[in-house]
Structure formats: structure tokens, C-alpha cells
């Protein structure tokens, strides 16, 4: 199944991707180059005994590079079990040392007669620095405080409500988006609205609307009322229905009558946004075309072309007409309709599909890309990234907060926070009893600690987790 048929018919696979757990410097990708040099010897004229010499050393660095990485998923495995028992992600210094000595004892030996013996010894020994650099005691307090689950299926986007209003929103593959009460996980209102997949899903920024994007072409607004005890629909001519919560078994208000309908694409709409102001909304789609529409109207005003595959996401600036798109042709493109000629800038820094980008604080942007790569650019110089952040899995969609942490979700299931720097800073944890056990499918900060949360996560897995997230410095 193509990830264009996950999103528009709602049903998810096992894995969004298959996610590749060895590392890059792998005996998988080595044993790749070998077989490729063993295939031009075979169209060299070369005698049998020298080939058959030749053979010979790239079997035997093939299989040590075997070796070393078994012995480096026997080490990690008992390092992940030293961490459930510790319960937090530090690791003692003896053995982090001793790991990187033993990597470099067996480099040092079994390589000293290959030819490449520098090249690959440089990488693998880059790569076992940065694997003990992430041993550092963290700095920050992560725990898991609330689970919000009731989804049939994955759950592709996690949006918090505005400031004052204790509530959550959902997107699912599952055909339905749902409000959730932050305090009592319960879910408030089931939106039944759209034919397809919901992609994404924003609250109004000042007023009780939501808008939803979704797989069958179209994008939504709809009404949540205030009242979250009895959550209403726009009139009493909407549809509002009962369902029974298969969690709770209790009965579940749901509305299937949008406010406002919004049109035009002929694919999948992947996300939409309010523009600053909320007069407009940009719409992402398959189709190729981000477009700008009118929220009163329910027009749509100009088609943003521009991109050679389909867009995976759009974002918008908090405070300027600006928004930003995602594709999955490797760049993503800013959107100006400050003016009435609405400009574009095109950044170009990944090599695969670019899965999310947003705006953060001091004019900086942060993408996010299935190349394992997080950057960080400045709007005032877009030539190239400030700050690159390399990891171990496809990076989904990512949040930074107001003050510049990012949170940044994988496909191995894992949760990371980095600074706008590109400094490390923790790993959510992620165990039987916490984290997510599918792949993490978006990340959202809030902007205001409630209840003790300041960061939600949804996943394949048809949950939603809230979060605390505390500086060492602050506790």
C-alpha cells in the first residue's frame, strides 16, 4: 500500500516506512560496497590468484564489520535494560568507555590490512563519539503524565487548543477528529465530518472553530462550543449524535456538519492552516498545489504552484502573513502574502522527502525530513542551514516551543529534544510501561504548562501522551 492510499482511505500499515535500525556505517551498507567492488574485479583482467586474494580480504572485512555491529547491538541492548532499571536516560561513564575503546581495539586490528582501512575507521569512530556523547547525565526532567486513546486507527496530528482552553484536538486515520478534556482524557466531541483519513487539525486562534484537513479532498470548519462539559455544534440543526466511548463506555457527542467546507484540490489535503489574522487559510495537498483561501467566502483565491511532488505540510507564522510548505521533491518553499504579489523563496537542503517545517522564534525556521536530518535556517540568510541536527530514524512532525526547544518524533518511536542550536538536550522515555510502542507520528508543544503538561505526542500506535518536560535548572 503507497502512503498517498494511507492518508486518503484512513487505513495505516504496520509501518509507515520501513525504518533501517542499523547505523549508516552498517555491515549492510559495507557489505554493499564490497559486492560492488568484487563485481568489477570479476570485469578486470586480472589473474585468478590475485582475485581470489582479493575476495578473500573483503570477506574477512565484511564479517568483522558483522561482528562489530552484533557486538554493538549486544551493548545497546544492555545498556536500554541498565536504563528501565535506572529509570532515566544516563548511563554510567565506565561503560560508556569502555564501549568506544573496544570499537576502537577491533578497528585498529582487524582493518590493518584494507585498503579503505582510514576511510571507514574515521566514520565508524565519528559515529561511536556520537553515540557516547548521548550517554550525558540530561538535563531535563522527562515524564509521562496522561494517555488519551479511544482512536480506531493512527493518530496523524496532536493541535492544542489556545491559551485558556484546557483542551486537546486529534486527527486520525480513522475518519474522525476528536476534542479531548487535557485534565480528564476524556473525549469531549467526535467530529465525523469527513469521508477520509484526517490529516491534520487546528484550533481558531481566537474563536471556537476548528479546522481539519483530510484525504477526501477537503478541508473543514467546524464549531466546538465553550460549554466543554456538553459540547454543541453551530445550531440545532446540526446533526449532534451520541456514541458510545469504547474506554469509558459512556456517550460521546458527535457532529458531522462543518461550517465551512473548503475546495479545489483534487488529492489529498495533507494539512491546513490559519493564516495570521485567521481572515485565510493555506491548504497542503497531493495534488501538488498549496492554496490560499477565504475564510468568509469559502473562495479560493490563488493556487501556489511550485512543487514537482506532493506536499506533505504547511505551517504558518504566528504573527505575519507567512506561511511555509513541504514537499516531498526535498524542498520546502516560503509563501509571502504580505503583498498583494505573493513571493516565494525555495530552500533546498535535504535529499528525501521533506516531512514538516515551522517557524520558530529570532526569524529562524526548523525542517524536518525522512533523511534523518533536522536544520535550522534564518529567514534573513536562506543559503544554507544554520544548525544541522543528524539522527538515527525519519523525522516526522516536529514543534519548537516558544522558548527554542524542538521536539523532534521518529519513526523508531523514539521522542528527542534539541535547542535551535543543534545542542542535545533529552530523550523522552520510552519503555513497556512508557512512550510510544509504534511509530511517533507528530510532536506539540503547548504554550502554557497544563496541568502539569507542556508537550503532546500521537502515534501509529492510536494514542496521544502528555508530557512534563522540566529543566534540571528549574526543579
Not at 568484487?38 to 585468478?48: M, P
Not at 440543526?237 to 466511548?245: F, K, T, W
Request: aromatic letters at 6%.
Amino acid at each position: 500500500m503507497s502512503i498517498n492510499n494511507i492518508a486518503s482511505t484512513g487505513k495505516t500499515p504496520k509501518s509507515k516506512r520501513n525504518v533501517l535500525n542499523r547505523p549508516a556505517s552498517s555491515s549492510l551498507l559495507e557489505g554493499d560496497l564490497f559486492l560492488s567492488h568484487r563485481v568489477d574485479l570479476e570485469n578486470e583482467g586480472l589473474n585468478t590468484a590475485y582475485k581470489s586474494k582479493l575476495y578473500s580480504l573483503f570477506k574477512q572485512i565484511e564479517k568483522e564489520f558483522d561482528n562489530l555491529y552484533q557486538e554493538n547491538q549486544n551493548l545497546h541492548e544492555k545498556i536500554d535494560l541498565l536504563n528501565e532499571k535506572l529509570g532515566k536516560d544516563s548511563y554510567d561513564k565506565p561503560d560508556c568507555i569502555d564501549f568506544e575503546n573496544n570499537i576502537s581495539k577491533v578497528l585498529s586490528k582487524k582493518l590493518s590490512s584494507a585498503s579503505q582501512k582510514s576511510k571507514t575507521a574515521h566514520k565508524l569512530k565519528a559515529q561511536t563519539s556520537r553515540i557516547v556523547s548521548s550517554f550525558k547525565t540530561p538535563s531535563f526532567s522527562c515524564s509521562l503524565v496522561k494517555e488519551y486513546s479511544g482512536h480506531k486507527d493512527g493518530v496523524w496530528e496532536v493541535s492544542v487548543a489556545r491559551p485558556g482552553i484546557p483542551v486537546i484536538g486529534t486527527a486520525s486515520a480513522d475518519h474522525s477528529a476528536c476534542i479531548w478534556g487535557i485534565e480528564s482524557t476524556r473525549c469531549l466531541l467526535q467530529y465525523q465530518g469527513h469521508s477520509g483519513s484526517v490529516n491534520s487539525i487546528r484550533f481558531h486562534p481566537s474563536k471556537d472553530l476548528v479546522l481539519t484537513a483530510s484525504g477526501d479532498s477537503s478541508a473543514h470548519i467546524w464549531q466546538a462550543a465553550l460549554n466543554w462539559d456538553l459540547p454543541k455544534g453551530q445550531s440545532s440543526e446540526e446533526e449532534l449524535e451520541e456514541e458510545v466511548e469504547d474506554k469509558l463506555d459512556s456517550k460521546i457527542p458527535a457532529l458531522r456538519t462543518p461550517v465551512r467546507e473548503l475546495l479545489g484540490h483534487t488529492g489529498a489535503v495533507s494539512a491546513a492552516e490559519w493564516i495570521a489574522g485567521a481572515e485565510h487559510i493555506i491548504t497542503a495537498s497531493w495534488d501538488r498545489l498549496a492554496i490560499l483561501h477565504d475564510v468568509e467566502t469559502c473562495t479560493s483565491l490563488v493556487q501556489l504552484a511550485g512543487h514537482d511532488q506532493e506536499l506533505t505540510h504547511t505551517s504558518a507564522h504566528p504573527s505575519q502573513k507567512l506561511a511555509v510548505t513541504s514537499s516531498r521533491d526535498t524542498t520546502f518553499r516560503l509563501w509571502d502574502f504580505r503583498e498583494s504579489v505573493h513571493s516565494v523563496s525555495v530552500f533546498q537542503g535535504h535529499v528525501e522527502s521533506v516531512t514538516s517545517v515551522v517557524f520558530a522564534r529570532d526569524d529562524k525556521l526548523v525542517s524536518s525530513s525522512d533523511d534523518r536530518c533536522v536544520k535550522v535556517w534564518d529567514l534573513k540568510n536562506m543559503r544554507s542551514p544554520v544548525a544541522t541536527i543528524r539522527l538515527d530514524s525519519a523525522v516526522n512532525r516536529l514543534s519548537v516551543s516558544t522558548n527554542g526547544f524542538i521536539a523532534i518524533p521518529h519513526d523508531n518511536r523514539n521522542i528527542r529534544l534539541y535547542d535551535l542550536s543543534g545542542q542535545r538536550l533529552a530523550r523522552l522515555p520510552r519503555s513497556s510501561r512508557q512512550g510510544h510502542n509504534r511509530m511517533v507520528a507528530c510532536a506539540t508543544w503547548a504554550d502554557e504548562v497544563i496541568n502539569g503538561i507542556n508537550l503532546f505526542t500521537c502515534g501509529f500506535d492510536r494514542r496521544v501522551l502528555g508530557w512534563s518536560i522540566m529543566s534540571m535548572k528549574d526543579l
